[in-house]
Nanobody
Framework: QVQLVESGGGLVQAGGSLGLSCAAS????????MGWFRQAPGKEREFVAG????????YYAESVKGRFTISRDNAKSTLYLQMNSLKSEDTAVYHC???????????????????WGQGTQVTVSS
């Protein structure tokens, strides 16, 4: 089993920055692909960013490319998402997720990720 706990959400003005963390415990975090997803009210959960097991490969949704950076520290079993130049449309609950079937590749499909955190709210005021 894997337990994932996000932190770092909050309220920020448009144009500002926010950093999220996801602390993992249980099954070996460092072996697997990780991702960040978000879900806004009334919308489906969408892929934001993903990273392979060692951090050598990353992939971003077009909507966040150039503004968000995903990273991981396997020694600390922690996943990060640095969000810059935030927009009101970035407002959502952000979830980290682990895909225990992948190490090198990154899936954008939520149903390929089998462990999820409870989420942290990010609100961007315009």
């Amino acid at each position: 089993q894997v337990q994932l706990v996000e932190s770092g959400g909050g309220l920020v003005q448009a144009g500002g920055s926010l950093g999220l963390s996801c602390a993992a415990s249980g099954r070996t975090f460092s072996r697997y692909t990780m991702g960040w997803f978000r879900q806004a009210p009334g919308k489906e959960r969408e892929f934001v960013a993903g990273i392979n097991w060692i951090g050598s490969t990353t992939y971003y949704a077009e909507s966040v490319k150039g503004r968000f950076t995903i990273s991981r520290d396997n020694a600390k079993s922690t996943l990060y998402l640095q969000m810059n130049s935030l927009k009101s449309e970035d407002t959502a609950v952000y979830h980290c997720a682990l895909d225990s079937t992948r190490t090198q590749t990154i899936s954008v499909a939520a149903n390929n990720y089998n462990y999820w955190g409870q989420g942290t709210q990010v609100t961007v005021s315009s």
